[in-house]
Protein backbone atom coordinates (compact mmCIF):
# COMPACT_ATOMS: atom_id res chain seq x y z
CA UNK A 1 0.00 0.00 0.00
CA UNK A 2 2.74 2.32 1.07
CA UNK A 3 4.85 1.56 -2.45
CA UNK A 4 1.61 2.47 -4.32
CA UNK A 5 1.06 5.77 -2.43
CA UNK A 6 4.44 6.49 -3.10
CA UNK A 7 4.61 5.82 -7.23
CA UNK A 8 1.54 7.73 -7.31
CA UNK A 9 2.73 10.86 -5.64
CA UNK A 10 6.23 10.69 -7.59
CA UNK A 11 3.87 10.62 -11.12
CA UNK A 12 1.70 13.41 -9.53
CA UNK A 13 4.25 15.49 -9.03
CA UNK A 14 5.92 14.69 -12.98
CA UNK A 15 2.49 15.58 -14.23
CA UNK A 16 2.68 18.55 -12.99
CA UNK A 17 5.81 19.27 -13.34
CA UNK A 18 5.96 18.18 -17.23
CA UNK A 19 2.29 20.26 -18.04
CA UNK A 20 2.32 23.18 -15.02
CA UNK A 21 2.51 26.02 -17.01
CA UNK A 22 3.26 25.98 -20.88
CA UNK A 23 2.68 30.13 -21.14
CA UNK A 24 5.07 32.34 -22.41
CA UNK A 25 7.36 34.61 -20.36
CA UNK A 26 9.45 37.31 -21.13
CA UNK A 27 12.10 36.34 -18.80
CA UNK A 28 15.02 33.44 -18.06
CA UNK A 29 14.92 31.06 -15.88
CA UNK A 30 18.44 31.31 -14.41
CA UNK A 31 20.46 33.18 -13.24
CA UNK A 32 18.90 34.42 -10.39
CA UNK A 33 19.17 35.08 -6.38
CA UNK A 34 17.04 34.13 -3.41
CA UNK A 35 16.31 34.88 0.53
CA UNK A 36 13.79 32.85 2.77
CA UNK A 37 12.86 31.89 5.64
CA UNK A 38 12.02 28.72 7.20
CA UNK A 39 10.57 26.86 9.93
CA UNK A 40 9.81 23.75 11.20
CA UNK A 41 11.37 20.53 13.77
CA UNK A 42 14.33 19.16 14.42
CA UNK A 43 15.97 15.73 16.30
CA UNK A 44 19.01 14.01 17.17
CA UNK A 45 19.12 10.29 16.19
CA UNK A 46 21.68 8.42 18.09
CA UNK A 47 21.13 9.94 21.28
CA UNK A 48 18.50 8.45 23.36
CA UNK A 49 18.48 11.14 25.62
CA UNK A 50 17.26 13.81 23.79
CA UNK A 51 13.37 14.32 24.49
CA UNK A 52 11.25 14.49 21.01
CA UNK A 53 11.52 16.59 18.25
CA UNK A 54 12.03 19.93 18.77
CA UNK A 55 11.01 23.62 17.11
CA UNK A 56 13.82 24.79 14.31
CA UNK A 57 14.11 28.01 12.57
CA UNK A 58 15.92 29.27 9.63
CA UNK A 59 17.25 32.00 6.91
CA UNK A 60 18.47 31.11 3.72
CA UNK A 61 19.75 32.50 0.57
CA UNK A 62 21.31 31.72 -2.20
CA UNK A 63 22.06 32.15 -6.50
CA UNK A 64 21.37 29.68 -9.03
CA UNK A 65 24.02 29.87 -11.24
CA UNK A 66 22.09 28.05 -14.48
CA UNK A 67 18.31 26.56 -14.44
CA UNK A 68 20.28 23.08 -12.69
CA UNK A 69 23.13 24.18 -10.52
CA UNK A 70 22.94 26.59 -7.72
CA UNK A 71 24.94 26.84 -4.18
CA UNK A 72 22.82 28.81 -0.88
CA UNK A 73 23.89 29.95 2.51
CA UNK A 74 21.46 28.84 5.11
CA UNK A 75 21.93 29.31 9.36
CA UNK A 76 19.52 27.78 11.52
CA UNK A 77 18.51 27.80 15.18
CA UNK A 78 16.90 25.29 18.10
CA UNK A 79 17.05 24.54 21.10
CA UNK A 80 16.76 21.00 22.82
CA UNK A 81 16.97 19.08 26.13
CA UNK A 82 18.66 15.77 27.30
CA UNK A 83 17.86 13.37 29.94
CA UNK A 84 21.39 12.37 31.93
CA UNK A 85 21.98 9.40 33.37
CA UNK A 86 22.03 10.57 37.03
CA UNK A 87 18.33 11.31 36.49
CA UNK A 88 18.92 15.21 35.61
CA UNK A 89 18.23 17.34 32.81
CA UNK A 90 19.99 20.20 30.85
CA UNK A 91 19.10 21.78 27.62
CA UNK A 92 21.13 23.50 24.68
CA UNK A 93 20.53 26.19 22.10
CA UNK A 94 22.32 24.72 18.56
CA UNK A 95 23.64 27.22 16.10
CA UNK A 96 23.94 25.66 12.94
CA UNK A 97 25.62 27.47 9.42
CA UNK A 98 25.69 25.49 6.57
CA UNK A 99 26.98 25.61 2.78
CA UNK A 100 25.13 24.03 0.15
CA UNK A 101 25.15 22.95 -3.01
CA UNK A 102 21.55 22.75 -4.52
CA UNK A 103 20.99 20.27 -7.84
CA UNK A 104 17.12 21.52 -9.53
CA UNK A 105 16.07 18.05 -11.07
CA UNK A 106 12.79 19.28 -12.58
CA UNK A 107 14.71 22.14 -15.20
CA UNK A 108 17.61 18.90 -15.72
CA UNK A 109 14.86 16.60 -16.68
CA UNK A 110 12.21 19.21 -18.38
CA UNK A 111 14.59 22.22 -19.21
CA UNK A 112 13.27 25.70 -20.68
CA UNK A 113 10.10 25.07 -18.44
CA UNK A 114 7.89 27.33 -16.71
CA UNK A 115 8.01 24.03 -14.03
CA UNK A 116 4.91 24.87 -10.90
CA UNK A 117 6.58 21.94 -9.24
CA UNK A 118 10.68 22.11 -8.60
CA UNK A 119 12.24 18.86 -7.54
CA UNK A 120 16.01 20.16 -5.60
CA UNK A 121 18.19 17.87 -4.13
CA UNK A 122 20.44 19.46 -1.16
CA UNK A 123 24.06 18.22 -0.62
CA UNK A 124 26.35 20.26 1.83
CA UNK A 125 28.91 20.62 4.29
CA UNK A 126 27.11 21.85 7.89
CA UNK A 127 28.90 23.75 10.75
CA UNK A 128 27.26 23.36 14.46
CA UNK A 129 27.59 25.21 17.80
CA UNK A 130 26.30 23.39 20.79
CA UNK A 131 25.87 25.91 23.72
CA UNK A 132 24.45 24.22 26.91
CA UNK A 133 22.54 25.84 29.46
CA UNK A 134 22.31 23.65 32.72
CA UNK A 135 19.67 23.24 34.81
CA UNK A 136 20.81 20.64 37.40
CA UNK A 137 22.24 21.09 41.20
CA UNK A 138 25.30 20.23 40.40
CA UNK A 139 26.97 21.71 36.74
CA UNK A 140 29.58 20.11 36.47
CA UNK A 141 27.99 16.56 36.04
CA UNK A 142 27.51 18.16 32.58
CA UNK A 143 30.87 18.57 31.46
CA UNK A 144 29.46 21.31 29.85
CA UNK A 145 32.75 22.13 28.11
CA UNK A 146 32.87 19.25 25.77
CA UNK A 147 30.33 20.25 24.08
CA UNK A 148 30.36 23.94 23.89
CA UNK A 149 32.66 23.48 20.49
CA UNK A 150 32.29 23.76 16.96
CA UNK A 151 31.73 20.10 15.08
CA UNK A 152 31.35 20.17 11.35
CA UNK A 153 29.75 16.80 9.17
CA UNK A 154 28.16 16.24 6.06
CA UNK A 155 24.45 16.92 4.76
CA UNK A 156 22.02 15.23 2.48
CA UNK A 157 18.33 16.24 2.16
CA UNK A 158 15.83 17.57 -0.23
CA UNK A 159 13.53 20.62 -1.59
CA UNK A 160 9.97 20.65 -3.35
CA UNK A 161 9.38 23.90 -4.40
CA UNK A 162 5.78 25.20 -4.99
CA UNK A 163 6.08 28.34 -7.63
CA UNK A 164 3.31 30.42 -6.69
CA UNK A 165 4.73 33.51 -9.31
CA UNK A 166 7.65 34.55 -10.89
CA UNK A 167 9.38 35.56 -7.38
CA UNK A 168 7.43 33.76 -5.26
CA UNK A 169 7.79 30.29 -4.14
CA UNK A 170 6.87 27.83 -0.99
CA UNK A 171 9.84 25.24 -0.02
CA UNK A 172 9.06 21.99 1.85
CA UNK A 173 12.42 20.95 3.14
CA UNK A 174 13.24 18.14 4.97
CA UNK A 175 16.73 16.22 5.05
CA UNK A 176 19.50 15.26 8.01
CA UNK A 177 22.71 16.41 9.11
CA UNK A 178 25.39 14.06 10.16
CA UNK A 179 28.29 14.72 12.57
CA UNK A 180 30.98 11.99 13.03
CA UNK A 181 32.68 10.75 15.98
CA UNK A 182 36.14 12.08 17.02
CA UNK A 183 38.95 10.24 18.15
CA UNK A 184 39.81 13.35 20.35
CA UNK A 185 36.77 13.44 22.02
CA UNK A 186 35.59 10.27 24.11
CA UNK A 187 32.61 11.33 25.50
CA UNK A 188 30.90 12.19 21.70
CA UNK A 189 29.07 10.04 19.58
CA UNK A 190 28.18 9.97 16.27
CA UNK A 191 24.88 11.67 15.32
CA UNK A 192 22.12 11.80 12.89
CA UNK A 193 20.15 14.89 13.12
CA UNK A 194 17.16 15.10 10.87
CA UNK A 195 14.52 17.73 10.00
CA UNK A 196 11.82 18.92 8.16
CA UNK A 197 11.00 22.61 7.60
CA UNK A 198 8.86 25.11 5.44
CA UNK A 199 9.41 28.32 4.66
CA UNK A 200 8.69 31.13 1.84
CA UNK A 201 11.38 32.14 -0.11
CA UNK A 202 11.64 35.20 -2.40
CA UNK A 203 13.60 35.01 -5.98
CA UNK A 204 15.17 38.10 -7.95
CA UNK A 205 17.47 39.37 -10.51
CA UNK A 206 15.75 37.38 -13.39
CA UNK A 207 16.83 38.68 -16.81
CA UNK A 208 14.33 39.58 -19.35
CA UNK A 209 14.15 37.64 -23.04
CA UNK A 210 15.03 40.48 -25.32
CA UNK A 211 11.83 40.69 -27.69
CA UNK A 212 13.69 40.39 -30.93
CA UNK A 213 11.81 40.77 -34.37
CA UNK A 214 11.35 37.10 -36.09
CA UNK A 215 14.71 35.66 -37.39
CA UNK A 216 13.63 33.76 -40.41
CA UNK A 217 10.48 35.33 -42.13
CA UNK A 218 8.09 37.59 -40.82
CA UNK A 219 4.50 37.20 -39.69
CA UNK A 220 2.39 34.69 -42.04
CA UNK A 221 1.30 36.80 -45.31
CA UNK A 222 -1.13 35.79 -47.60
CA UNK A 223 -0.17 34.79 -51.22
CA UNK A 224 0.43 38.46 -53.67
CA UNK A 225 -1.32 38.14 -56.90
CA UNK A 226 0.30 40.83 -58.92
CA UNK A 227 -2.17 42.34 -61.94
CA UNK A 228 -0.89 43.76 -64.79
CA UNK A 229 -3.40 45.24 -66.85
CA UNK A 230 -1.85 47.24 -70.24
CA UNK A 231 -3.48 50.62 -71.11
CA UNK A 232 -5.29 50.85 -74.28
CA UNK A 233 -3.88 53.41 -76.91
CA UNK A 234 -5.19 56.53 -76.89
CA UNK A 235 -6.61 56.59 -80.51
CA UNK A 236 -5.40 60.38 -82.43
CA UNK A 237 -7.11 63.25 -82.10
CA UNK A 238 -9.61 63.16 -85.08
CA UNK A 239 -9.28 65.67 -87.62
CA UNK A 240 -11.91 68.50 -87.27
CA UNK A 241 -13.73 67.53 -90.78
CA UNK A 242 -13.86 63.89 -90.77
CA UNK A 243 -13.58 61.47 -88.09
CA UNK A 244 -11.75 58.03 -88.51
CA UNK A 245 -13.52 55.05 -87.53
CA UNK A 246 -13.09 54.05 -84.33
CA UNK A 247 -10.24 51.13 -84.02
CA UNK A 248 -11.05 48.00 -81.69
CA UNK A 249 -9.56 48.52 -78.09
CA UNK A 250 -7.23 45.66 -77.51
CA UNK A 251 -8.63 43.07 -73.97
CA UNK A 252 -7.02 43.64 -70.79
CA UNK A 253 -4.01 40.78 -70.00
CA UNK A 254 -5.23 38.00 -67.73
CA UNK A 255 -3.47 38.77 -64.71
CA UNK A 256 0.10 37.57 -63.59
CA UNK A 257 0.44 34.94 -61.30
CA UNK A 258 2.85 36.47 -58.57
CA UNK A 259 6.33 34.79 -59.19
CA UNK A 260 7.02 34.07 -55.14
CA UNK A 261 4.46 33.36 -52.60
CA UNK A 262 5.27 32.35 -48.92
CA UNK A 263 2.84 30.47 -46.50
CA UNK A 264 2.85 29.68 -43.13
CA UNK A 265 1.25 26.49 -41.60
CA UNK A 266 1.03 26.24 -37.57
CA UNK A 267 0.73 23.14 -35.88
CA UNK A 268 -0.41 21.85 -32.08
CA UNK A 269 2.00 21.15 -29.28
CA UNK A 270 3.84 18.26 -29.85
CA UNK A 271 2.01 17.52 -33.33
CA UNK A 272 2.49 17.09 -37.07
CA UNK A 273 -0.99 16.59 -38.09
CA UNK A 274 -2.13 19.58 -40.19
CA UNK A 275 -5.54 20.87 -39.33
CA UNK A 276 -8.83 22.02 -41.26
CA UNK A 277 -7.43 25.61 -41.58
CA UNK A 278 -3.67 25.60 -42.16
CA UNK A 279 -4.62 22.57 -45.33
CA UNK A 280 -6.56 25.70 -46.65
CA UNK A 281 -3.30 27.69 -46.77
CA UNK A 282 -1.80 24.34 -48.26
CA UNK A 283 -4.59 24.09 -51.33
CA UNK A 284 -3.49 27.81 -52.01
CA UNK A 285 0.26 26.58 -52.37
CA UNK A 286 -0.97 23.89 -54.68
CA UNK A 287 -2.71 26.05 -57.43
CA UNK A 288 -0.32 28.46 -57.23
CA UNK A 289 2.46 26.30 -58.16
CA UNK A 290 0.27 24.60 -60.71
CA UNK A 291 0.22 27.97 -62.49
CA UNK A 292 3.71 28.58 -61.81
CA UNK A 293 4.96 25.09 -63.39
CA UNK A 294 8.88 26.09 -63.32
CA UNK A 295 8.36 27.39 -59.77
CA UNK A 296 10.24 25.21 -56.95
CA UNK A 297 8.97 24.80 -53.33
CA UNK A 298 11.34 24.95 -49.83
CA UNK A 299 9.69 23.79 -46.58
CA UNK A 300 11.35 24.58 -43.44
CA UNK A 301 9.72 22.94 -40.22
CA UNK A 302 10.34 24.33 -36.34
CA UNK A 303 9.52 23.69 -32.79
CA UNK A 304 9.12 26.18 -29.70
CA UNK A 305 12.20 26.47 -27.96
CA UNK A 306 9.92 26.30 -24.31
CA UNK A 307 8.93 22.24 -24.41
CA UNK A 308 10.67 19.17 -25.20
CA UNK A 309 14.37 18.78 -25.76
CA UNK A 310 16.76 19.54 -28.43
CA UNK A 311 16.78 16.09 -29.66
CA UNK A 312 12.58 15.92 -29.81
CA UNK A 313 12.49 19.39 -30.98
CA UNK A 314 14.74 17.99 -34.08
CA UNK A 315 12.39 14.97 -35.09
CA UNK A 316 9.33 16.89 -34.69
CA UNK A 317 10.15 19.75 -37.29
CA UNK A 318 11.55 17.36 -39.45
CA UNK A 319 7.90 15.49 -39.16
CA UNK A 320 5.84 18.64 -39.31
CA UNK A 321 8.09 19.17 -42.80
CA UNK A 322 7.16 15.78 -44.04
CA UNK A 323 3.87 16.17 -43.50
CA UNK A 324 3.44 19.50 -45.31
CA UNK A 325 5.20 18.15 -48.24
CA UNK A 326 3.19 15.04 -48.12
CA UNK A 327 -0.37 17.44 -48.73
CA UNK A 328 1.68 19.29 -51.09
CA UNK A 329 1.95 16.46 -53.11
CA UNK A 330 -1.31 14.70 -52.80
CA UNK A 331 -2.49 18.24 -54.31
CA UNK A 332 -0.74 17.34 -57.30
CA UNK A 333 2.61 18.96 -56.98
CA UNK A 334 5.49 17.02 -57.82
CA UNK A 335 7.96 15.77 -55.37
CA UNK A 336 10.81 16.56 -57.02
CA UNK A 337 10.04 20.79 -56.99
CA UNK A 338 9.75 20.34 -53.29
CA UNK A 339 12.93 20.82 -50.56
CA UNK A 340 12.45 19.77 -46.73
CA UNK A 341 14.73 21.33 -44.18
CA UNK A 342 14.11 21.30 -40.14
CA UNK A 343 15.34 23.61 -37.92
CA UNK A 344 14.14 22.28 -34.86
CA UNK A 345 14.37 24.63 -31.53
CA UNK A 346 17.42 25.59 -32.49
CA UNK A 347 16.14 28.87 -34.68
CA UNK A 348 12.97 30.78 -33.59
CA UNK A 349 11.51 32.33 -36.43
CA UNK A 350 8.49 34.37 -34.81
CA UNK A 351 8.63 36.25 -30.76
CA UNK A 352 5.76 34.70 -29.85
CA UNK A 353 6.83 31.21 -28.64
CA UNK A 354 3.55 29.03 -29.66
CA UNK A 355 4.00 30.41 -33.04
CA UNK A 356 7.48 28.62 -33.91
CA UNK A 357 5.40 25.19 -34.04
CA UNK A 358 5.29 25.69 -37.56
CA UNK A 359 6.99 24.78 -41.38
CA UNK A 360 7.32 28.19 -43.12
CA UNK A 361 6.45 27.55 -47.09
CA UNK A 362 8.43 29.58 -49.67
CA UNK A 363 7.53 29.55 -53.22
CA UNK A 364 9.91 30.99 -56.28
CA UNK A 365 9.20 31.26 -60.24
CA UNK A 366 11.69 31.69 -62.62
Not at 38 to 55: A, F, Y
Not at 121 to 134: K, Q, Y
Not at 162 to 167: F, I, P
Not at 221 to 227: D, K, Q, R, Y
Amino acid sequence: MKYRMIVSLVALMMTATTFAQKTERNYELAPYGFVGVQGGVQKTWSNPGVRDWKPMFGLQGGYFFTEVFGARLQGTYSKWDVDLDNNTTYNSSRLGIDMDLLFNFSNLFFPHRNNFINVIGVAGVPFELAVPHTKVDVPATCENSKYTNWKTGWKGGGIIQLNLTKNWAIDLEAGTNYIAKRSSDANFKSRWWPYAMAGITYKFGHKKIASDAPVAMPEPIEPVVETKVEQAPVPATAAVEKKPEPKPQPKPAAPKIAAKTTQNVFFELGKADISANEAQKINEVAEWAKQNSDATITLTGYADAETGNAELNKKLSERRAAAVKDALVKNGVSASRITTDAKGDTVQPFSANDKNRAVIIIGQGK
